[in-house]
């Protein structure tokens, strides 16, 4: 599959409903990615890590897929119709992989020492796979499908689809989202996520969304502190 770089990013006004969790999403991918490849198959409990950790990656990347195909497809699709084909089909090639790796997941955990190394080595490369295919889904999200969806709705309308998006989503979830969002994001971003979050909760929600995000003892102005844990 050859990624195709002649698109045109969304320059509007509007807010961008894909970047910031793109963004998040591709650190978390990296990590992931990593963490297969430097995991060492004789080592039990290190395997049984990285294995707990892609099964919890898997289930972020799936919640995120359903959302999207609920919160932002299905509303797209009702004005333009067939808008967002192409992307549910990358999204219906994307349930395949989470089964796929889910099954070679699998089969390293049954495998004899002496034949991990083979079997996390197909996992590592599989998963590498289905990086580089999100990679370039997410990049056709943001460049062909936000430019139209910015043309075909109203900021106000935009603004409305992400209020319902971040209200759906419950403290379990968003936390870890948030956690790679922030991590991913430059500190201006940062900086205007984390406002943005402090002026639409109550004062005890955010403290304690703080709280689980990076440290219980997290000051709310303490943005040093945020970049030191998050980055």
């Not at 297969?36 to 950790?53: F, N």
């Not at 333009?80 to 999204?91: K, Q, R, T, W």
């Not at 379990?172 to 002026?199: D, H, Q, Y």
């Amino acid at each position: 599959m050859n990624a195709n770089t002649d698109f045109k990013t969304a320059e509007t006004a509007v807010r961008d409903l894909y970047y910031a969790v793109h963004k998040g999403l591709r650190l978390a991918n990296a990590r992931m990615l990593v963490a297969l490849g430097q995991s060492d198959p004789a080592d039990d409990g290190e395997v049984g890590a990285v294995l707990g950790k892609l099964a919890h990656h898997l289930d972020i990347c799936l919640y995120h897929l359903k959302h999207e195909n609920a919160r932002i497809h299905a509303v797209v699709d009702a004005r333009v119709p067939g808008a967002s084909d192409h992307a549910d089909e990358d999204h219906e090639h994307h349930l395949a992989s989470f089964i796929e790796l889910r099954q070679l997941a699998a089969a390293v955990s049954a495998a004899t020492v002496d034949r991990r190394a083979a079997a996390m080595r197909r996992l590592y490369q599989r998963f590498a796979l289905f990086v580089a295919e999100d990679l370039q889904h997410m990049h056709e999200e943001e460049t062909r499908l936000m430019p139209l969806i910015a043309q075909h709705f109203s900021a106000a309308e935009i603004d409305g689809i992400e209020h319902a998006i971040v209200t759906s989503i419950t403290p379990e979830v968003m936390v870890p989202f948030m956690r790679v969002m922030l991590g991913a994001a430059n500190r201006s971003e940062r900086i205007a996520t984390v406002t943005g979050l402090k002026a639409g909760m109550p004062p005890e929600v955010f403290g304690q969304m703080a709280a689980a995000l990076v440290h219980p003892q997290w000051r709310h102005d303490d943005w040093d502190e945020m970049e030191r844990v998050l980055c």
